[in-house]
């Protein structure tokens, strides 16, 4: 059983940034396979990001160039540093973690609002 607590949502202006982080449990994170979701109102569940475990990162089109994911295995911490937030950008954000199942943390709001 894998246990994720995302934190570092919160309410911004356009142009800002906010950095979430994702702390999981288990002494075998190097091995998960981390990603950020998001769930807009009225809206499916959408990728935004995902780090492999070698480190490679894949992007969905809409936050190409503004966001980025990162992992510090030694904190078992997987992070998402937005920058350039847009209103189009509320939504909550969901950790998740791919090790032989299937793990969400709870979610963290982000709102993007003048």
């Known amino acids: 059983q894998v246990q994720l607590v995302e934190s570092g949502g919160g309410l911004v202006q356009p142009g800002g940034s906010l950095r979430l982080s994702c702390a999981a449990s288990g002494s075998i994170f190097r091995r998960y396979v981390m990603s950020w979701y998001r769930q807009a109102p009225g809206k499916q569940r959408e990728l935004v990001a995902v780090i492999t475990t070698s480190g490679g990162s894949t992007y969905a089109d809409s936050v190409k160039g503004r966001f980025t994911i990162s992992r510090d295995n030694a904190k078992n911490t997987v992070y998402l540093q937005m920058n350039s937030l847009k209103p189009e950008d509320t939504a909550v954000y969901y950790c998740?973690?791919?090790?032989?199942?299937?793990?969400w943390g709870q979610g963290t709001q982000v709102t993007v609002s003048s």
């Open positions: 998740h973690a791919n090790y032989y199942g299937s793990y």
